[in-house]
């Protein structure tokens, strides 16, 4: 199987009717894991052992369109500032990981405990902390435990069957269809961090490539991210200022 990992870049139109489907499995899934939260009167309201500091993968192309239609809806001053927490976690992970330390990193997503794209987030933090159930094609029965805090405060609590199957069953269905529409193969491997940074290179391109074209008419140009290049440097987006040539 072909792993497309980071960078890919998303200038390309939304595929607004599959995100539409995703948006029915993620409801499905918050429903069921509302039943399970209630039956255990368990509630996520933070702790030390915080999830958005694990570094999930996630695989699927139609999570990344749907973190970066939220994302394309946020101003233009909050994209910035998390596409910056971006940068700096995938410097932060990259070094670890060339010095082979372990690295828990806050998700750039995370804005003082609450999740900045809460409803577009993916599969992996609507189901993470409860007990669950999960029946592989073909494997044994697999018993995923609950976090920490789940543990602490519910452990002696009587069991609630939580099957993530009929969930993994209808994203895969999803996503293969949508590559087989879109042309993909192979499944991406990238955490919220690399995400946010390949949707905010993506913009960037994008932008770029709209000053060009202003530039190729006009002389000099502004692009669609408001950012300006004096005239005659190189267009390259890292030269870009916030100041109007003269
Ligand atoms: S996307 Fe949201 S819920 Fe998921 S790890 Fe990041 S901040 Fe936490």
Known sequence: MVLIQYPIYPDVPMPTAFLDRLGDIFNAMDREYTRAAEHYQFQCDGCMDNCCLTRFYHHTHLEFYYLRMGFENLGSRKKSEILLKAEKVCRETAKADEKEIPVRVMCPLNDDSLCSLYPYRPMICRMHGI?????????????????????????????YKFDRTPFYLE???????????????????????????????????????????????????????????????RCQPSRWSEKRPV
């Open 171 to 233: 994203m895969a269905k999803l996503e293969n269809e949508f590559k087989q529409v879109a042309g993909l193969n192979g499944r991406i491997k990238m955490t919220i961090a690399e995400m946010i940074k390949s949707i905010g290179q993506g913009a960037e391109r994008k932008a770029h490539s709209a000053w060009c074209m202003v530039q190729r008419t006009e002389g000099r140009g502004q692009s669609t991210e408001g950012r300006w290049l004096m005239p005659g440097l």
């Open 131 to 159: 007990p669950h159930e999960l029946q592989k094609p073909g494997q044994n029965l697999i018993h995923g435990p609950g976090c920490g805090t789940f543990d602490d405060r519910c452990a002696t609590k009587p069991y």
